[in-house]
């Protein structure tokens, strides 16, 4: 959260806004904010929006970023028109014309960089033939939630599988050598336990037995049928 902090003490200085007034703004109080801004807090995404509204910025301003922000920061007309698009299974141009916007248009909603009027909403929900609230309701905590519990259990077997493939492609190695000077070569095998252990040392008992046991990739497969699967 440091860079989204460091982007809201910027440009709320660049608007000549008080923390004082922003925190009204926003319906927080000021040590909240500063805590936001020095870093030191995980606002909800609910916070963030009104931040965003109070500050008159897109997620990508609050980001910092040109092309990415993470889902969960996403505005929830613009998550929820994107996933829209995602379960169609239409191309910018094709779900452009679907909607009568322009492309260009169609990016700017998806991004967050515009907003629909009330008109646009009623005319693209009609189009879509799906109820507002299916553009416009916030499930971004859920929602987020699941898909970081899934990429980070993806990470972490990832880290795994990689150090075990690149000690395996290493193979044995001589680590020093004995009071008779006799070398000490371990072997890949060995190398792949010592790491492993280390691994575990730093692992609480549960997710130790899950590694062990295959529940892992149950874990994954279940976050992911949840998200993607089942969903579609």
Known sequence: MNKVGQNILKIRKEKKLSQKKLAKLVGINVQNLLRIEKGDADPKSGTLEKIMEALEITPNELWGEADFYPFHMQLPFSRNLSREQDRL?????????????????????????????????????????????????????????????????????????????????????????????IPIIISSDNRIKRMLLYEFSTLSLEKMLLMFEGGMDKIIVSLSDALYGKAN
């Open 89 to 181: 299974m239409l191309s910018d141009s094709e779900f452009a014309a679907l909607l009568h916007v322009s492309v260009e248009k169609l990016i700017d909603l998806k991004s967050g960089k515009a907003l629909p009027s009330p008109h646009t909403l009623t005319n693209i929900c009609t189009l879509l033939k799906i109820p507002e609230n299916v553009l416009t309701d916030n499930d971004a905590f859920s929602r987020s939630t699941q898909e970081v519990n899934l990429l980070n259990n993806i990470e972490y077997k990832n880290h795994i599988l990689e150090q075990i493939h690149a000690i395996e492609k290493e193979g044995a190695i001589q680590e020093g050598y004995s009071e008779d000077g």
